[in-house]
């Protein structure tokens, strides 16, 4: 177990570099920053030199690849981080100078149990890209295939893990504060974001994510996932199908070549309507980076290292609040709210009705180029406080990539309107799984199903695990000895009490800033 000296020497070490990327200016200047807290960050800064605006993503680059991982969630949480830094983030870019490939050769070759020759003909021994976890190399196969490997870089493992503690150990500590910090939830964003990143270091969980997504999709035309080469692929080697195409970042290239922009930006958003609200499974790492275009026309995706999931009951509850919002039945999308337990009870259902038509109402009747679910779904964020609503980190992935989804299709038509050309199928997925027919279809498989259960009904009371309102069960969320809980179970003279007497303000203002930068 990591000594708290240690998480707190971290800490502090990571702060110091928060301020001299102004990245502390945010936690000083905000209401709800309690005094103590304040004086300590103006002793991280005294001294450093601070550019005239904050550069929350340079101090996460500097910190490290887990911290380039963190600040990039972060980047989909204004109500945590605050509008400056999270739209600050959104410019963090994860890429890392590449590891040599003579570090790599051997790593791939002990893994695999077999010299590097036996599988591949040749591996380019530059890489076509280098992020913070891996880096991934063309190669031909020695049957003749044209591939992408994809490597973990060496240690990367080890450096993750004993980073995590220190955010685990640090969220703790500041959602103990209570108020505010308890209702975002620190200590599960981190318990989240480590189950996201422990997925993509094995990189057969990768190619087991893609190998599901690419059956999920199969009969969407227009948009495919490359194939798995599993006979060269283990937890630190990916193999998949090499993609020649152009990036969707690169427009000019796109109508140099012939696309139908319009006709692209229109494709994307369905197919990751089809992902997200049709089977509840989604690519979460949809920039530009990761989507090509063939020369059919195709869309191919690549790096399906972070993927979402939702349940069925969580995606109809989704699709009634989309299609509410845009057609305007506030008083609906209240209930759902309330249905699915994200407010608490105790409030109103049609003063929450009224917030929302605050957020809705000033975007109707406008021009489609001005709509904007990023601006929609900013709005939703900015009312929670008001009505205590918890953060659902179930729900998290899918704001961020519909943002990134609106972004792209919108680079690649600026007239393009993600309501615009969602309407449709999310009311004809509405109509057929809340529909007359699909109502009785639906009952007809419970109480089916019910039936089938009655046996196991008898012996476990469904009544003791009530409903938890679509959301999945958290992950669960490690036991962190407090400081103070420490000392007072060790009383007596103790030279680490003291250091932790002194240090435990820094120590707490550093965790402010990683995981939540406020302000």
Not at 209 to 232: C, H, T, V
Not at 369 to 381: C, I, N, R
Request: aromatic content about 8%.
């Amino acid at each position: 177990m990591t000594r708290p000296s240690t998480h707190i020497w971290r800490l502090l070490k990571w702060g110091r570099t928060a301020a001299r990327h102004g990245a502390l200016r945010g936690i000083e200047n905000d209401p709800n920053t309690p005094g103590p807290v304040k004086r300590l960050v103006k002793l991280a800064r005294f001294g450093t030199r601070q550019p005239p605006a904050p550069d929350y993503a340079g101090a996460f680059r500097a910190i490290g690849p887990a911290a380039i991982k963190l600040g990039q969630t972060l980047a989909t949480r204004p109500d945590l981080v605050g509008d400056e830094a999270a739209l600050n983030l959104l410019s963090l870019q994860d890429n890392l100078p590449p590891v040599p490939f003579d570090r790599l050769r051997p790593v791939i070759e002990s893994t695999f149990v077999q010299p590097i020759d036996t599988m591949f003909e040749y591996i380019d021994p530059n890489p076509v890209g280098a992020a913070s976890i891996a880096q991934v190399h063309r190669a031909v196969t020695t049957d003749g295939r044209q591939v992408a490997v994809k490597m973990l870089r060496p240690g990367i493992r080890e450096q993750f893990a004993h980073d995590i503690a220190t955010y685990e150990w640090a969220a703790a500590h500041v959602e103990a504060m209570g108020g505010e910090a308890a209702r975002l939830r620190p200590a599960l964003t981190i318990a989240n974001f480590k189950r996201w990143t422990n997925s993509e270091l094995d990189l057969r969980r990768e190619a087991a994510a893609a190998s599901e997504l690419a059956e999920a999709m199969k009969g969407f035309q227009g948009y495919r996932i490359p194939a798995i080469d599993w006979d060269r692929t283990n937890g630190r080697v990916l193999t998949i199908e090499w993609i020649d195409g152009i990036k969707m970042s690169d427009r000019d290239g796109l109508i140099e070549a012939g696309h139908d922009l319009e006709q692209l930006a229109e494709r994307l958003v369905l197919a990751f309507l089809t992902q997200a609200i049709s089977y509840g499974y989604f690519h979460a790492d949809m920039h530009q980076g990761n989507l090509f275009v063939e020369p059919d026309g195709t869309i191919a995706a690549i790096d399906f290292g972070i993927m979402g999931r939702i349940d069925r009951r969580a995606r109809q509850w989704l699709a009634e609040i989309l299609y509410g919002l845009t057609t305007g039945n506030y008083r609906r999308v209240a209930e759902i709210h309330f249905e699915a337990q994200y407010v608490p009870s105790y409030h109103s259902v049609g003063e929450f009705a009224t917030a929302l038509r605050a957020v809705g109402e000033p975007m109707r009747g406008k021009p489609v180029s001005e709509l904007s679910v990023g601006q929609m779904l900013d709005g939703l964020f900015a009312i929670t406080r008001d009505f205590d609503m918890q953060t659902q980190p179930h729900l998290l992935l899918l704001q961020k990539t519909m943002v990134m989804v609106e972004g792209i299709a919108t680079q690649l038509n600026p007239k393009i309107n993600m309501w615009d050309v969602s309407a449709p199928f999310v009311r004809s997925w509405i109509r057929d799984e809340l529909g007359p027919e699909a109502a009785i279809a639906n009952r007809l498989r419970e109480d089916f199903d019910t039936i089938q259960r009655i046996p196991a009904l008898i012996r476990r009371l469904e009544e003791q695990y009530p409903p938890r309102g679509g959301a999945p069960d958290p992950p669960p969320v490690p036991e962190i000895e407090l400081m103070w809980e420490r000392r007072e179970r060790k009383p007596g003279p103790d030279r680490f009490a003291q250091l932790a007497l002194l240090l435990a303000g820094a120590g707490a203002m550093a965790a402010l800033f990683a995981f939540g930068v406020i302000g």
